[in-house]
């Protein structure tokens, strides 16, 4: 087994550490940019941010699936806020629950 010098080590886990954050900080491009596409911009920043913190914990294998997560959700709140907003454009400006709809019968 070779022996190094002590700065060896160093320089080892400087490159770890700064190699855990650039990759990190790709895969969190994806929720970033689509958080910004999507009208997400919170959800985009926190997905990078938890991208990041988890390449360094956990290398790829926390990172992607945290990305992976961030961006469906980002997406799947964009898609409720426009049907939400569709609903209201559809009732003229209203949002009637079911229950409550002028034209429905009284049980």
């Given at each position: 087994?070779?022996?190094?010098?002590?700065?060896?080590?160093?320089?080892f886990g400087i490159g770890l550490v700064?190699?855990?954050?650039?990759?990190?900080?790709?895969?969190?491009?994806?929720?970033?940019?689509?958080?910004?596409?999507?009208?997400?911009?919170?959800?985009?920043?926190?997905?990078?941010?938890?991208?990041?913190?988890?390449?360094?914990?956990?290398?790829?294998?926390?990172?992607?699936?945290?990305?992976?997560?961030?961006?469906?959700?980002?997406?799947w709140r964009r898609r409720a806020q426009?049907?939400?907003?569709?609903?209201?454009?559809?009732?003229?400006?209203?949002?009637?629950?079911?229950?409550?709809?002028?034209?429905?019968?009284?049980?």
């Amino acid at each position: 087994m070779p022996q190094h010098e002590p700065a060896w080590y160093v320089g080892f886990g400087i490159g770890l550490v700064i190699g855990s954050l650039v990759t990190g900080a790709l895969v969190g491009l994806v929720p970033l940019l689509l958080g910004r596409k999507l009208a997400q911009p919170k959800l985009g920043v926190a997905g990078f941010a938890v991208c990041v913190l988890g390449s360094l914990v956990g290398g790829l294998l926390l990172s992607v699936p945290a990305a992976a997560v961030f961006s469906v959700t980002a997406w799947w709140r964009r898609r409720a806020q426009q049907r939400f907003s569709d609903a209201i454009r559809a009732n003229d400006g209203a949002l009637y629950l079911p229950n409550n709809r002028p034209d429905a019968s009284s049980k």
